[in-house]
């Protein structure tokens, strides 16, 4: 009877823990998605990739504008929109180039569709244009994945240097995330993601 006493008290003591501590480890949780370079550096290249927000452009951008690279390679897929079809790619070249960015400093990389063929078409962009450095710009909830496939990618290639820099997306804040249907949603997609990516691509 007293083990059992034991056993429950233990276990209540543990809800107790999990349910005081809960703010502290659920937003953890969120900012595992979220890395960067604190100290960036300027690179021969920023890496734009494709298929997210807004932010994702206007940071590049603003990197481009600061002196942090000469040339912006923008990734993106195909959108299949009601009487038009056009790449991402295009679309955030014209937001690019409207923001006071030359086209001519824009690489146009129109063929990846997920993630990995970001890396994987970067990759080649970067060898056939002798590129020595990059900073790659995505969504903050992003930079993990990118960043482990990105350097994944990249693992052969030692004389390369990547740098990552997380766009702030106003629809994820760290902070009471699992209050709000959009954060919830989007944390869950992304962890769901990188296991996906981390059994397709990594191990």
Same mark, same amino acid.
């Given at each position: 009877?007293?083990?059992?006493?034991?056993?429950?008290?233990?276990?209540?003591?543990?809800?107790?823990?999990?349910?005081?501590t809960? /703010?502290?480890w659920?937003?953890?949780?969120?900012?595992?998605?979220?890395?960067?370079?604190?100290?960036?550096?300027?690179?021969?290249?920023?890496?734009?990739l494709?298929?997210?927000?807004?932010?994702?452009v206007?940071?590049?951008?603003?990197?481009?504008?600061?002196?942090?690279? +000469?040339?912006?390679?923008? /990734?993106?897929?195909?959108?299949?929109?009601?009487?038009?079809r056009?790449?991402?790619s295009?679309?955030?070249? @014209?937001?690019a180039? +409207?923001?006071?960015?030359?086209?001519?400093?824009?690489?146009?990389?129109?063929r990846?569709?997920? /993630?990995?063929?970001?890396?994987?078409?970067?990759?080649?962009?970067?060898?056939s244009?002798?590129?020595?450095?990059?900073?790659?710009?995505?969504?903050?909830?992003?930079?993990?994945?990118?960043?482990?496939?990105?350097?994944?990618?990249? @693992?052969?290639?030692?004389?390369?240097?990547?740098q990552?820099?997380?766009?702030?997306y106003?629809?994820?804040?760290t @902070?009471? $995330? $699992?209050? @709000?249907?959009?954060?919830?949603?989007?944390?869950v997609?992304?962890?769901?993601?990188?296991?996906?990516?981390f059994?397709?691509?990594?191990?």
């Amino acid at each position: 009877m007293k083990k059992r006493y034991t056993v429950i008290s233990t276990i209540l003591v543990l809800l107790f823990i999990i349910f005081a501590t809960h /703010t502290l480890w659920l937003e953890a949780i969120a900012k595992f998605l979220v890395v960067g370079d604190g100290d960036i550096s300027r690179a021969d290249a920023i890496v734009i990739l494709g298929s997210g927000g807004p932010e994702r452009v206007e940071r590049g951008v603003e990197l481009y504008k600061s002196g942090y690279g +000469a040339k912006i390679i923008i /990734t993106g897929e195909e959108l299949n929109l009601p009487g038009f079809r056009i790449n991402w790619s295009q679309l955030a070249m @014209r937001e690019a180039v +409207a923001s006071g960015v030359p086209q001519k400093a824009i690489i146009l990389e129109e063929r990846p569709s997920s /993630t990995y063929e970001d890396a994987v078409y970067v990759k080649e962009d970067m060898l056939s244009g002798n590129f020595k450095s990059a900073i790659v710009v995505s969504s903050n909830y992003h930079t993990r994945r990118a960043k482990v496939i990105f350097k994944k990618v990249f @693992r052969d290639q030692k004389d390369i240097s990547l740098q990552f820099s997380p766009a702030d997306y106003k629809y994820f804040q760290t @902070r009471e $995330w $699992w209050t @709000r249907e959009k954060e919830l949603v989007t944390v869950v997609n992304e962890y769901c993601k990188l296991i996906f990516y981390f059994f397709k691509y990594i191990i």
